[in-house]
């Protein structure tokens, strides 16, 4: 039996979208400024230029112009930097957006850390994460700046609240942990940071007043292992078997979601829920870097 509140991503997402839109056309009607985006995509992996696509429709849609260039896998590293050093100083291009994961050859710390930290609107730069940790202003990383969103325009109050997220990945676990123990609206929770290590996971998840999961494995977190009221955002999307489908399998997340629901007072879906999101903010992100070039900060 469901009970849960379902948090609606997809809804939340494109209200967001319209938001930047039409900021954009103000911006671009007062100053003669349209935020630009470029993406860079190594190799032909499916999964990553489906990724692109996505982000070039979303980008039309609120105005943007984009530019996309496809490397080959065996590009050579400096290849990579030369391209993003163009767009570092293309006063067009505020946002840069290499698509991951990279070649293994491709040392992917050094090129996150050849993007200006100005047009890193991944949030991914030492930079930018330095900045989140010490609670200046920063590009916040897409998707836990998108699990916040869902969290205030839903009306979940976090300040006071316990907040446990399970997973440490540097892309969600740890800056979501930061993002929500920050002193400012929409966030000033008590966070608990769990993971693989915990001998007992439970312990922890059952004290969760909001409990966020991104660790990848399906069913990490099931009915017996929350309390009654439990806020839920699933941040994981997994593909499992399932016969019945035209395509063969379904996605989930990591959060058996017809048990927790009977438990939960709100949860997000898979998919439909925090997936969503993740464009939506780097469209907002985007933005507000064509917004900063305009006064030079």
Not at 38 to 61: H, I, M, T
Not at 195 to 202: K, N
Not at 255 to 278: H, L, N, Y
Request: hydrophobic share 40%; glycine share 8%.
């Amino acid at each position: 039996m469901q009970n849960a509140k379902i948090i609606d991503g997809k809804g939340i997402s494109l209200t967001i979208r319209e938001e930047v839109r039409d900021m954009t056309a103000e911006l671009r009607a007062k100053h003669g400024v349209i935020p630009g985006l470029a993406f860079l995509l190594v190799g032909d992996n499916p999964a990553s230029q489906s990724y692109v696509r996505s982000k070039e429709r979303a980008c039309e849609f609120c105005g943007f112009h984009s530019t996309t260039v496809t490397m080959p896998e065996n590009v050579v590293e400096a290849d990579i930097l030369a391209r993003i050093d163009t767009w570092n100083i293309d006063p067009d291009i505020h946002g840069i957006l290499v698509q991951l994961p990279l070649p293994e050859h491709v040392d992917e710390d050094r090129v996150i850390e050849a993007i200006s930290p100005r047009k890193d609107v991944d949030g991914f730069h030492p930079v930018n994460v330095g900045k989140l940790v010490i609670g200046q202003e920063a590009f916040l990383p897409c998707t836990p700046a998108g699990i916040q969103e869902l969290l205030v325009r839903s009306d979940i109050e976090t300040a006071g609240r316990h907040v446990v997220v399970v997973g440490r990945s540097n892309i969600v676990g740890k800056p979501i942990a930061n993002i929500l123990l920050q002193k400012a609206a929409g966030a000033n929770a008590i966070v608990t940071v769990a993971h693989s290590a915990a001998p007992d996971l439970a312990r922890f998840t059952r004290d969760a007043d909001i409990l966020i999961v991104a660790t990848g494995r399906v069913n990490t977190v099931t009915a017996d292992m929350v309390k009654d009221g439990v806020v839920v955002v699933d941040v994981g999307i997994n593909r499992v078997e399932d016969s019945t489908r035209e395509k063969g399998y379904r996605l989930v997340g990591d959060v058996d979601f017809e048990g927790v629901c009977s438990r939960a007072s709100a949860i997000t879906p898979v998919p439909g829920g925090v997936g969503p999101m993740t464009i939506a903010m780097l469209m907002k992100n985007t933005y507000r870097s064509a917004l900063r070039s305009i006064s030079g900060r």
